[in-house]
């Protein structure tokens, strides 16, 4: 009988350990299908191809983690790139420990064993950890305590999974790091996090050089509010949404000061566009 095996012990809930007895079948990699909760979506193509050339050469050393499905064949709990890698070198079979699993605990094991031990980027990584909080309701020193990191880098982590698409993209692709994101993340409003993700990229900011940049754009005096009509709050708000940046109506005894902000030279050619269209569609209107 299979010992029991649970979250908290990890991957030596699905490595056997030195002296246990634990069978290793070789199964048909047709017949095993893709854990459908696996938390990696991107594979590095370099890596994978190193895989595949030692596979093909040494054949797979360590087995991969299945359970049976209801349909007669395998679902994946452990070792997708030892999988990806033994079809892609042409193998017919491979090496596998079979567990009994419920889909919960297939899903734990799925996330921990690749927090624990493969590259994730690190959105999927967030990602993972928010899958373990918000389906089984751990905390995040519970989490970190499961993948082996401190709460505050589990928490840091989670933040990344609050910034906009555009920069989660950017640390997806490899443009930025985790870093960077960290410190584009104080930055909360999209329009603003966006200007400044471009700003970051086209001038190849390091994350201090960023840091710095996003305190800047903090601590920069905002325009006042509190003396604004509704009607001029609704139009400062409608500015804003045409413009995708921020900007500021400031009344003064005798009429005020319009304050549109711009990151970079190209966001201030974009501005230049968008408002000499509207110009000059607002004087073709008069002439028509």
Known sequence: MARPFGLGRGLEALIPSAGETTSTFEI??????????????????????ELTASVAAHGVLQ??????????????IAGERRLLAARAAGLATIPAVVREAAADETLQ??????????????MEEAGAYRELIERFGLSHEAVAGQVGKSRVAVSNALRLLDLAPETRQAIVEGKISEGHGRALAALTVPELQRAVL?????????????????RRK?????PRHAELTSDLADLEAQLRGILATKVGIVRTRRGGRLVIEFYSDEELD?????????VAAGIRTEGS
């Open 270 to 278: 974009r501005l230049y566009g968008v408002i000499t269209r509207g």
């Open 63 to 76: 087995p991969i983690v299945v359970r049976t499905s209801v349909d007669g064949g395998y679902e994946l």
């Open 198 to 214: 471009q700003l970051v990229l086209d001038r190849q900011l390091s994350v201090r050089q960023t840091e710095e940049l996003v």
């Open 218 to 222: 903090r601590t920069a005096p905002a």
């Open 28 to 49: 048909p990699v047709d017949r095993i299908a893709r854990n459908p909760h696996q938390p990696r979506s991107r594979f590095d193509d370099v890596g994978m191809a």
């Open 109 to 122: 094991l799925a996330l921990v064993e690749n927090l624990q031990r493969a590259d994730l980027n690190p």
